[in-house]
């Protein structure tokens, strides 16, 4: 017979889902009042902003977002219908393509992350010591948020991606 969840366990991740919920509303919040798009925007143009060349498959940049295929397709329509990013036809494999980063996406997220980085400080930062926030990260690692990946420094001009 399998182990159901403790009280408290249950109780951990009724909490940790709308703790979740909770700040990152209050940060799409805080961007759209600066008049940023939402978060996903940034998190896509950060990602590919990282890539060696400024450019990814729309496989890898979904992969790393974490988010559906969907909406990745609808979000890089939106980037490059605003001229934040470029689709390029792979040379090697004429059906595939790269979604490649433009000078003017290179300059919103480095704007955005103003307004993103004050939000991170207002609704996490202020609320948590350094030490505190580093126990958190080691709680969260043990859950797998980590993905088994190494963890990502975050540099001063842009942020991890969620």
Do not use: N
């Not at 090697?92 to 980063?101: H, L, S, T």
């Not at 003017?104 to 993103?116: H, S, T, V």
């Amino acid at each position: 017979m399998k182990r159901k969840p403790s009280t408290e366990a249950t109780a951990a991740w009724i909490r940790l889902m709308r703790v979740q919920s909770r700040v990152l509303d209050c940060v799409e919040q805080d961007l759209k009042k600066a008049g940023f798009p939402p978060l996903a925007w940034y998190d896509a143009l950060l990602e590919l902003s990282r890539a060696p060349s400024g450019e990814m498959r729309p496989v890898e940049l979904e992969r790393q977002m974490l988010i559906p295929q969907y909406s990745t397709s609808r979000l890089i329509d939106r980037l490059v219908d605003e001229g934040l990013a470029a689709r390029r036809e792979c040379k090697i494999d004429k059906r595939g393509q790269f979604v490649e980063i433009t000078e003017a996406g290179r300059e919103l997220q480095k704007k955005m992350w103003g307004a993103y980085s004050a939000a991170i400080e207002k609704h996490v930062g202020s609320k948590l010591s350094d030490a505190d926030a580093i126990r958190l990260c080691g709680l969260l690692d043990r859950l797998g948020c980590s993905c088994g990946e190494a963890p990502t420094p975050v540099a001063r001009d842009g942020a991890p991606a969620r």
